[in-house]
């Protein structure tokens, strides 16, 4: 199993930039694909990332495209979203999960989650 922790949510201005990191525990980090995902209240669970084990490959879904960025460091056991240019409408909790093997693209294709941390953008 791994274990998983975000950190770096905070408030932030409209049009600002944010980091989150996501560390990890536990077994083999390098093992796992992972995907960032995020879920505003009253919405679903929608995915904003994905990136491979290797991290060499990544994945946006269409409106993810251009300001943010995944990216993993397998040495620090750490996943990485850069954000930019955040608007009011990327307040969510953002929330890092993993999953064995291969990149996936829905909340049910990932097997553990951390607890996630708030992004507030205020316009």
């Known amino acids: 199993q791994v274990q998983l922790v975000e950190s770096g949510g905070r408030l932030v201005q409209a049009g600002g930039s944010l980091r989150l990191s996501c560390a990890a525990s536990g077994r083999t980090f390098s093992d796992y694909a992972l995907g960032w995902f995020r879920q505003a209240p009253g919405k679903e669970r929608e995915l904003v990332a994905a990136v491979t084990r290797s991290g060499v490959n990544t994945y946006y879904p269409d409106s993810m495209k251009g300001r943010f960025t995944i990216s993993r460091d397998n040495a620090k056991n750490t996943l990485y979203l850069q954000m930019n240019s955040l608007k009011p409408e990327d307040t969510a909790t953002y929330y890092c999960?993993?999953?064995?093997?291969?990149?996936?693209?829905?909340?049910?294709?990932?097997?553990?989650w951390g607890q996630g941390t708030q992004v507030t953008v205020s316009s």
């Open positions: 999960a993993a999953r064995l093997y291969g990149l996936g693209y829905a909340p049910t294709e990932y097997n553990y």
